[in-house]
């Protein structure tokens, strides 16, 4: 499971959406959570997921690859599914036994909510799929500059996003290696129900979590030994500048948000 968790991984290439200003991705990603939130029926999600796919295909990413990304947040989807269907009172019973009632609007209600959860993972995937970790940071930064008036630390809460998500599949890693180690010496994270597998982990966090700090401490050397000070007076070599791209993206993404829209003027679920 822990191979198959694709946030922070980077998918190097040369197709439309690498190109693209990783401000606008950052801002066409937030587009897409907030039309997710927007749309009122299951027509507008697929408006959203034929968005996402053309997206994940113009960037040469299969649509496998985004799939295995949701196997790790799997059990998620499934509790919200099942918590939404119980605690869901209104509509026509379908099935009911002792103090469990299930309807046609909790069920309805339950599935709406976990594909809105789905697309809210997919689409996050593309960005960091995308986008190098340095990109991110630049275009985060740019975004927030305008807040460094009101003394807001834009280099450096840009700066610790990125390595963040930079250390997800590193963290991954490492824990995918304890893991067959432990295994190696008679661990069994396999076998057993949900507790018990959740029990079987334990032992996997405190070397995980002393492998985080040494790693953490690492970097902090690494990077006062080159004396980062921080954004002050720091240049790039590379330098953000919107193209033409960039406009076809955004519009895009206001046709896609028109749909929505129009969907939702309608009645259109």
Known sequence: MLKNITIGQYFPGNSF???LDPRTKL??????????????GFLGFAAVFGYVLLAARMSKIHLRFLVRGLKP???IVLITFLLNIFFQSEGTPLFSWKFITVTDMGLRRAAFLAVRLVLLITASQLLTLTTSAISLTDGMESLMRPLTRLRFPAHEIAMMMSIALRFIPTLMEEADKIMKAQMARGADFESGNLFRRAKAMVPLLVPLFVSAFRRADELAMAMEARCYHGGEGRTRMRQLKYGKNDGIAGLSLLALVAVIVLFNILGVF
Do not use: D, K, M
């Not at 801002?27 to 009122?40: A, E, H, M, P, Y």
């Open 27 to 40: 801002l066409l990603t937030l587009g897409l959570i907030v039309v997710v939130f927007l749309s009122q």
């Open 73 to 75: 947040v799997a059990y």
């Open 17 to 19: 959406v690498h190109r």
